[in-house]
């Protein structure tokens, strides 16, 4: 099982609201999710309809592994323009309306959660890091925007139906000399360190992200 890529390939779940789901039949299904995206090493989240399956499951991996069983967002509050990608359409990224602060709601949890990319915070969800480093709260922030898209992934909805500009183009990110990046021409691709990677990227290939 693997990321559909809806540029090359149909997935008629990708605009589909699924189904919702058991507690034991999501965490199955977000075991096979995190395998997934594991193997492929480029991403933060993935919803089960981007790997055909139709069912309300979702995880994200940005801070801590979170698992989202039929997920919904009790509250949002504080517009903010976000710069997206998505492992469904690779190679391609663009500027969406999120919000900075959400409580959500899932079915394997009592209470909600609460996600927020705020200056300085207390009982945020994950939250063990030391408070105040601009690492940490754009970790935060990327965070809160990742359950936003995975869930709208959940209800049939992609980055472009939140696009809030007409410009769509690579996604750009800032990647470290060392740091792992996947590249890939045409059907081959490779690990390499980005240092490395940089040589290759004016052949023709282009990094992956989503």
């Known amino acids: 099982m693997s990321v559909i890529n809806c540029y090359k390939e149909n997935n008629p779940l990708i605009k589909t609201k699924l189904r919702e789901v058991s507690v034991e039949e999501g965490l199955a299904i977000a075991k096979e999710l995190f395998q997934i995206l594991n193997q492929r090493g480029d991403g933060i989240g993935l919803a089960a309809n981007q790997v055909g399956i139709d069912a309300q499951v979702a995880i994200v991996n940005v801070r801590e592994p979170l698992v989202l069983i039929n997920p919904k967002i009790v509250s949002k509050e504080n517009p903010i323009n976000y710069y997206e990608g998505c492992l469904s359409y690779p190679g391609q990224g663009v500027s969406t309306q999120r919000y900075r602060d959400v409580v959500i709601s899932t079915e394997q949890e009592e209470s909600n959660w609460y996600f927020s990319g705020a200056d300085s915070l207390q009982n945020v969800r994950g939250s063990w890091e030391e408070k105040g480093k601009e690492e940490e709260q754009e970790n935060r922030l990327l965070e809160a925007v990742c359950i936003q898209h995975e869930i709208d992934h959940l209800n049939g909805v992609t980055i472009f ?50």
């Open 161 to 210: 139906d939140r696009i809030v500009d007409n410009t769509i183009k690579r996604e750009i990110k800032k990647y470290g000399r060392n740091e792992k990046v996947t590249i890939q021409k045409g059907s081959e691709s490779k690990v390499l360190k980005y240092k490395k990677a940089q040589f290759l990227l004016n052949e023709g290939w282009e990094i992956i992200n989503g």
